[in-house]
């Protein structure tokens, strides 16, 4: 659940479950808040499951099993994918070095499930790993105005410039970490981390302190991810190969043997991948359903991984995964047992005052 649900029922929320957990999906005007992220400045409650490493080998186990260079200083961190043998996600973390311990942030339902598999692979190392969940309470913060909203509550630290670079501060004598993330809204952004205990009243300096930051929640998150061509975990990762999606932010082509590395290495020495993701601007009103198949002429060459109409643009628009080198080709996408002109665009859809870390590259 919500580590501050009272105070989200209070705002007027509507409550849904995402990943295993009870999360906001709106305050009742989802698009409104969507536009005040896009305009100013929001904060939300992501959910997250949280797992430490710990012990002199921590670093060595965990840069072993992921896609990307896990770093070695104190205040860094990475985004990075666990893989299958076939090369296809199985997990995304977020990989912080705190010191004498890494924090791993994951999706709320995979933490305990990844720390017990890790924790059987523990043979000679000193690693410790356990589940923390429910010890930190994660807002995010985003928006253009983002970056003055943290320095106006922000003490003993200046807010961090650096993508996944973090640093420690205080807010309203509380203390905490603050991340600068990889703007997935396509817009300045921040998560601020703190002890479970003093979630309430860091929510209400972040929301209420110097400049007012409007909630919004999942549904909003939905379609600001969606104008930022940002893929997300359950809708474009959960099962590709990370080629496919261009997410190349999360691999490092230099570092030893992982577990999928074969399979990603093959594709890249390829040249490209057989399929990518591409942003479709679909024609009429109507918004195609997740796995809406996409046709060029009468062949079917791929399926739309997710769609929603666009707060800012007033259409329809989708994210697909295609085979490669349709750019130039008429598209059509069925919707409701009728094929609708889609037209590939660039990502973003939405240009922001940020480019998300996941927009794919070839």
């Known amino acids: ?78 985004y990075a994918l666990v893989l299958d043998p076939q090369g296809g996600i199985e997990e995304e973390l977020y990989v912080y070095n705190a010191g004498e311990r890494l924090l791993l942030f994951t999706a709320p339902d995979r933490a305990e499930p990844l720390a017990e598999e890790w924790s059987e692979k523990v043979f000679i190392q000193d690693v410790e790993i356990r589940v923390a969940t429910e010890e930190f309470a994660v807002f995010g913060i985003h928006g253009p105005q983002a970056t003055e909203k943290i320095a106006s509550v922000l003490n003993g630290a200046a807010s961090p410039d650096r993508r996944l670079s973090f640093v420690r501060g205080r807010m309203d004598d509380r203390g905490v970490s603050v991340v600068r993330t990889d703007a997935l809204a396509g817009e300045e952004s921040y998560d601020v981390v703190c002890d479970a205990s003093e979630a309430e009243s860091v929510y209400d300096t972040l929301a209420n302190i110097g400049l007012n930051a409007a909630p919004f929640g999942y549904r909003s998150w939905d379609t600001l991810t969606l104008e930022a061509g940002t893929p997300l975990f359950a809708n474009e990762l959960a099962g590709r190969i990370p080629n496919v999606l261009g997410l190349r932010s999360a691999l490092d082509f230099e570092k030893g043997c992982y577990v999928g590395q074969e399979v990603v290495s093959r594709v890249e020495n390829r040249g490209q991948p057989s399929r990518r993701l591409i942003g479709l601007a679909v024609s009429g009103e109507a918004v195609p359903g997740s796995g809406a198949a996409v046709f060029a002429g009468d062949a079917s060459v791929g399926e739309v991984t997710r769609a929603e109409r666009s707060p800012l643009l007033e259409t329809p628009i989708a994210l697909a995964v295609v085979e490669f080198g349709l750019d130039d080709m008429a598209l059509t996408v069925r919707v409701g047992g009728e094929d609708v002109g889609a037209e590939v665009r660039d990502l973003p859809f939405v240009e922001g005052s940020d480019r998300s870390g996941r927009i794919p590259s070839y």
């Open 1 to 78: 659940m919500s580590v501050i649900e009272s105070v989200h029922a209070d705002r007027g929320a509507t409550f849904g479950e995402r990943a295993g957990r009870r999360v906001v999906e709106h305050y009742g005007r989802p698009e409104r808040a969507h536009r005040a992220v896009r305009n100013a400045v929001g904060i939300w409650e992501p959910a997250y499951g949280v797992v430490v490493v710990e012990g002199d080998d921590r670093v060595e186990y965990v840069d072993n099993v992921v896609t990307n260079r896990v770093p070695g200083e104190d205040g860094e961190g990475c």
